[in-house]
């Protein structure tokens, strides 16, 4: 009897080997079509090549103790998509749907991190920036492994989730995030997170550049600047990079 070929990879994109065999026909993981509705179009989707993304639900963007607070920012909108988030990312588990963190994770050293990206979050060069402790608790403004850059308490990530660091506002810039979509053979992402117009929006658009269908989720999405940048991410969306929709409407596709 022959034995079983052995597994080197993540289906769907493993091969299937032993000492004289490479099987490399990778096998599609069995589909799961669900229509779900949108602002434009209703959209027929395989949950199989899904993923939810959700961008920088981080203590310094989205805590009264952050970064973002200690400079003057309410940052209640920036909390409004945990509600939402905790309604939803269960169900997603459930259905094996990957749950990827994208959050600004810098080293402690900033040697990749450039002067303009710096001024944004210092401009006159004597407050607290990138790497800076923060007044209250003095943690680091997101850099890795502080509080400062950790998920909020309310949404921890699950052990299986998939964690990815960045450091520009784009997920997808210098990071291995297009490398493992496509490992695990995902096309269709869901986006979610802050801030909505900026590095949502960034993440969103590099993916749309590199041939990912994107779904951005309203509800699981905010941002602390004036309405008119939100107003016009959902436009710009709509427009130009995938479609709006939101969790409800998600967990109403996967229901049956």
Not at 59 to 72: S, V
Not at 96 to 119: F, K, M, Y
Not at 181 to 198: E, I, P
Request: glycine content about 6%.
């Amino acid at each position: 009897m022959n034995a079983p070929l052995q597994t080197l990879g993540i289906p769907p994109t493993a091969w299937y080997v032993d000492e004289t065999i490479a099987d490399l026909s990778r096998p599609a993981l069995d589909a799961r079509i669900v229509t779900l509705a949108t602002e434009t179009k209703t959209l027929r989707i395989d949950l199989a090549k899904a993923a939810v993304i959700v961008v920088d639900m981080q203590n310094d963007f989205c805590h009264p103790d952050g970064w973002l607070a200690h400079i003057g920012v309410d940052v209640t909108p920036a909390r409004s998509p945990i509600a939402p988030l905790q309604g939803v990312l269960p169900t997603v588990r459930s259905l094996q749907i990957p749950v990827i963190w994208i959050n600004w994770g810098n080293r402690p050293d900033l040697l990749n991190i450039s002067a303009a990206t710096r001024h944004v979050y210092d401009p006159t060069g004597t407050g607290v920036g990138l790497g800076d402790p923060l007044p209250k608790n003095q943690a680091p403004v997101l850099q890795k492994d502080s509080w400062a850059a950790a998920v909020v308490d309310e949404l921890t990530p699950e052990p299986d989730d998939i964690r990815v660091d960045k450091y520009r506002m784009s997920g997808f810039w210098d990071t291995p995030l297009d490398s493992i979509l496509k490992t695990l053979g995902r096309t269709t992402l869901f986006f979610g997170g802050v801030n909505a117009d900026q590095c949502v929006m960034a993440t969103l658009q590099d993916a749309n550049f590199l041939g990912y269908d994107c779904v951005l989720l309203s509800d699981c999405t905010a941002t602390t600047s004036p309405d008119f940048c939100w107003q016009a991410t959902l436009y710009n969306v709509k427009q130009c990079f995938g479609f709006v929709s939101d969790s409800h409407a998600l967990l109403d596709a996967v229901k049956d």
